[in-house]
């Protein structure tokens, strides 16, 4: 089946084809084949875009000055477009990134759920007044940002696109939006909500094009007053340098290597379930994903048999007419780099549970056996880097202060897992734990109105919740001395 979607860029309330011709050929994961042809954005296109979203936002444009309310009205539109649409956004994201439809339904639904969230709170940013001396009078306006970039990864395309849009176009903000170029089709479904919801010309405009040139573009365009970028945390630090350049705001959401800390009272069926949908949910290329699983010695062999008799039962499948719970990796050149950590697994001397290769009954589609490594310790390879697929690393401890050691001991701090029925247990962990977010007894999971983002090198600033609403907004201080 090819695709059926938009395939221009989106700017300025328009489509419109690139300047130099060039396209984004994307690859079905599933299939193998070639699922879509799209127009790719050059520079000369990026600029263009933001040059429209820096004319939306200025002060006196129909967009800046609107009602906030009627704001919110436009971005319950957009949420209802959305939704219009979701059958076929599903069905696109699954061929393109290779999730399981059901994965790639549950991120549309998060996406509609953040607009309608966001749709909320147009009329709710406000300022405050301050006491002063005399008989001043001194308050604070929350103004838009203006232009915000959105430079998004390939693992959650149309979920992580949507999930800074939303606060920012709230916030009263425009948007210019740069899709990863190995899924780039589901963001184009944001410019035809645009359009179907009548938003004002220029206030969400969508570039797919490649890093190097429409990302690099984008982050280095000195109109551009904020950057919402999620991705490596070594793209993440290019983009805070050209941020730099123009003392121009970064929201960083970056990598991870989430440790599930499993403690001998805990609810040993719900913690097995947990770990493995933590690590082989969207094969595991997940910034969130649990993929250091820390057992304590007296329940360690019953829960990798758990995890491993789990990992073992799971139907590989992806794409519409192929479901299966676990898709492909989204690239052939993602499955070697994964094949390659499973090697150097072997090499440092991890124990290989389960897994470590290709599936034989699969002709085509880039599957990956889901992987359970034991015996591992935290200096290892396996046990430091973000592998970004279905492999995970348990690590065995015997207290809870070497629980808590073993978790902080890594360049990461976005989300970890406490499986504990000990309500005091529970709350000495989260409290330890050098994490931005903290789940007991369930993984991941993450709501429109919780903070996301993370400690250390997996970034700072934060996406969702009342957070994003101060990073897509500056305040403004008056003083009246009348
Ligand atoms: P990536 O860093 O390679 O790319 C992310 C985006 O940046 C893409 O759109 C890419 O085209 C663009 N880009 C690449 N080079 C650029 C440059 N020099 N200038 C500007 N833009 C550039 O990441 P990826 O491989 O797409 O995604 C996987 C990574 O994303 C993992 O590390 C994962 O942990 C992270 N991630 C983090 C979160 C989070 O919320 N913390 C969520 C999802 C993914």
Redesign the pocket.
């Known amino acids: 089946m090819r695709y059926e979607g938009p395939t221009e860029l989106y700017i300025d309330g328009s489509w419109t084809s690139a300047s130099a011709g060039t396209t984004i050929e994307t690859v079905d994961p599933v299939t193998e084949e070639v699922y879509a042809s799209i127009a790719c954005a050059e520079a000369e296109d990026v600029d263009r875009a933001v040059d429209a979203a820096a004319v939306a936002a200025e002060r006196g444009s129909e967009w800046r000055s609107l009602d906030p309310a009627d704001r919110g009205r436009y971005l319950h539109a957009f949420a209802d477009a959305l939704a219009e649409l979701e059958d076929e956004i599903t069905m696109v994201e699954s061929h393109d990134n290779g999730k399981t439809p059901f994965e790639a339904g549950l991120d549309v639904d998060m996406a509609i759920d953040t607009f309608r969230y966001y749709a909320g709170w147009t009329d709710k940013i406000q300022g405050d007044t301050i006491p002063v001396p005399g008989d001043r009078i001194d308050y604070t306006r929350r103004e838009p940002v203006g232009v915000t970039a959105h430079?998004?990864?390939?693992?959650?395309p149309f979920q992580?696109a949507g999930r800074s849009l939303a606060p920012a176009l709230a916030c009263g903000n425009t948007a210019v939006l740069?899709?990863?170029?190995?899924t780039p089709l589901s963001a184009l479904y944001f410019g035809e909500a645009a359009d179907r919801a009548g938003l004002p010309d220029g206030v969400l405009n969508v570039v797919p094009?490649?890093?190097?040139e429409?990302?690099?573009a984008?982050?280095t365009n000195g109109a551009v007053d904020h950057i919402a970028?999620?991705?490596?945390?070594?793209?993440?630090t290019?983009?805070m340098e050209?941020a730099a350049k123009n003392i121009t705001g970064v929201t960083l959401?970056?990598?991870?290597k989430g440790p599930n800390i499993v403690f001998p009272d805990a609810n040993l069926d719900a913690a097995a379930s947990g770990c493995h949908y933590g690590i082989f949910m969207n094969c595991g290329?997940?910034?969130?994903a649990g993929s250091r699983l820390l057992v304590h010695e007296e329940v360690h062999d019953e829960v990798v048999d758990r995890v491993v008799e789990r990992a073992e039962s799971t139907p590989l499948g992806g794409g519409i007419d192929d479901d299966g719970r676990m898709g492909p990796l989204v690239a052939d050149w993602h499955r070697e780099d994964v094949l390659d950590y499973i090697e150097t697994g072997k090499e440092e001397g991890a124990t290989l549970a389960t897994g470590g290769g290709v599936p034989e009954d699969r002709d085509t589609g880039y599957f990956i056996e889901p992987t359970v490594f034991t015996d591992v310790t935290n200096d290892m390879t396996i046990a430091r880097e973000?592998i970004?697929g279905p492999v995970l690393s348990v690590i065995e401890f015997s207290d809870t202060q070497e629980a808590i050691d073993i978790a902080n001991d890594s360049p990461y701090g976005?989300l970890s897992g406490v499986w504990t029925k000990h309500i005091d247990t529970a709350h000495h962990v989260a409290e330890s734990l050098d994490y931005g977010m903290v789940s007991v007894n369930e993984y991941p999971v993450t709501f429109p109105q919780t903070p996301?983002?993370?400690y250390k090198q997996?970034?700072f600033g934060r996406?969702q919740g009342t957070p994003a609403i101060d990073e897509y907004t500056q305040v403004k201080n008056v003083n009246l001395n009348i």
């Open positions: 430079i998004a990864p390939w693992n959650y992580l740069k899709p990863s170029s190995t094009g490649s890093g190097r429409a990302g690099t984008l982050a970028f999620t991705g490596s945390t070594g793209v993440g290019t983009i050209h959401e970056l990598g991870g290329q997940m910034c969130w973000e970004f976005l996301f983002g993370g997996s970034g996406e």
